[in-house]
Structures are given as C-alpha cells and as structure tokens.
C-alpha cells in the first residue's frame, strides 16, 4: 500500500476538498452500521471521562469535518470552536448544529493553529492525527495552545492488521473508490 501526504493545491487534494461535504459523513457514519460502530465509538471513548460535571471554559476542535464529534459532548463550556482545513465540511458543521450556544467554526490548518499559546482548556481531535504530516510536530503545536494543566484529547485508529486491512478493504476504501477518490 502506498500512502502519501495530500498537499493544498494538488489535483487529487482539490478532488477531496470538493467532494467531502458530500461523501463523508455518508462513508464513515452511514452506509454501513460496523464502520459508523467504529468510528463513533472513538468519540464516545474520548468523552467517557467529562460528564456534565465537568466545565472547560474554551474548547477547541482539531479536524472537526462535519462536526459529529460535538454530538457526543457531556462537559459544559463557554466557547467551542471547531476547526477544519476544508470550508465545505466546516459549513456542513455549522448547518448541523446552527443555533447552539457557544459555538464558532474556523477554517485552520492542524499543523499550524492560528491561535496564541495557552488559548484553549481543551482541544480535542478525533481521527486527525494519522492523516497529518510530522505528527510528533503536530502534537508540540497542539499542546502549544492548550493551557498549562489542559487536556488534550485525542484519537486514532488502531489500524492495522489482517481483520482491519480486510475490513477497510471491504468498506472505506471500495466506498472511496467509487467516488474517484484514492483513500490511501
């Protein structure tokens, strides 16, 4: 399998930018019960720990796509900013959860946050990190903008495997396929 880094302005990237207010949420939480099983069981894994108890005064989303990531949030804020590098899914965001309190949407690349250091009590990204270049760098740049004792919370697949590359064959990757688009 070959796997390569997408970079802005490249023929194959605009073909995702255009397409994924479109397909995504279709492929990874609808068309198939296991794949949406999985995926939204990685948001609810990272929310298991902040009931309605816990308050985080600003909070910032990392690749929030089309934003389902917030529906699995129990914890109060005051300020929720969801953050993607693709406009057509932040709009999808916003259209989905317009005239909830509290929130803003951000067009921001995760590799480079346009925010001050110590910004944010939270930031949180689901299924993000395994797609971004230099991910050790990444993870210094979130941690740049959450406060001193913040949390950052964060998850990835656990790809890999014979079970998991035949299931991703199967279902993701055939999905992607249909599209035009190469999900490696």
């Given at each position: 399998?070959r796997v390569?880094?997408?970079?802005?302005?490249?023929?194959?990237?605009?073909?995702w930018?255009?397409?994924?207010?479109?397909?995504?949420?279709?492929?990874?939480y609808?068309s198939?019960p296991?794949?949406?099983?999985?995926?939204?069981?990685?948001h609810?894994q990272?929310?298991?720990?902040?009931?309605?108890e816990?308050?985080?005064?600003?909070v910032?989303e990392?690749?929030?796509g089309s934003?389902r990531h917030l529906?699995?949030v129990?914890h109060?804020?005051?300020r929720y900013?969801?953050?993607d590098?693709?406009e057509g899914?932040?709009?999808h965001?916003?259209?989905r959860?317009?005239?909830?309190?509290?929130l803003d949407?951000a067009i921001?690349?995760a590799?480079?946050?346009?925010?001050?250091?110590?910004?944010?009590?939270?930031l949180?990204?689901i299924?993000?990190?395994?797609?971004l270049?230099?991910?050790?760098a990444?993870l210094e740049e979130?941690?740049r903008?959450?406060?001193?004792?913040?949390v950052?919370?964060?998850?990835?697949p656990?790809?890999?495997?014979?079970?998991?590359?035949?299931?991703?064959?199967m279902?993701t990757?055939?999905?992607?396929?249909k599209?035009?688009l190469?999900l490696d």
């Amino acid at each position: 399998m070959r796997v390569k880094n997408l970079v802005a302005g490249e023929p194959e990237w605009q073909r995702w930018q255009d397409q994924a207010p479109r397909i995504y949420d279709r492929i990874y939480y609808e068309s198939n019960p296991v794949v949406a099983a999985i995926n939204n069981a990685g948001h609810t894994q990272v929310e298991r720990a902040f009931g309605p108890e816990v308050h985080f005064g600003r909070v910032l989303e990392v690749g929030a796509g089309s934003g389902r990531h917030l529906d699995t949030v129990r914890h109060r804020y005051d300020r929720y900013l969801l953050t993607d590098i693709s406009e057509g899914l932040l709009a999808h965001a916003a259209n989905r959860h317009a005239g909830k309190p509290g929130l803003d949407f951000a067009i921001a690349d995760a590799t480079r946050l346009p925010f001050p250091a110590d910004s944010f009590d939270r930031l949180v990204s689901i299924y993000n990190l395994e797609h971004l270049p230099a991910p050790h760098a990444v993870l210094e740049e979130w941690a740049r903008v959450v406060r001193p004792g913040g949390v950052l919370s964060i998850s990835i697949p656990a790809e890999g495997g014979i079970a998991w590359n035949l299931g991703r064959w199967m279902t993701t990757r055939r999905s992607f396929r249909k599209e035009g688009l190469d999900l490696d």
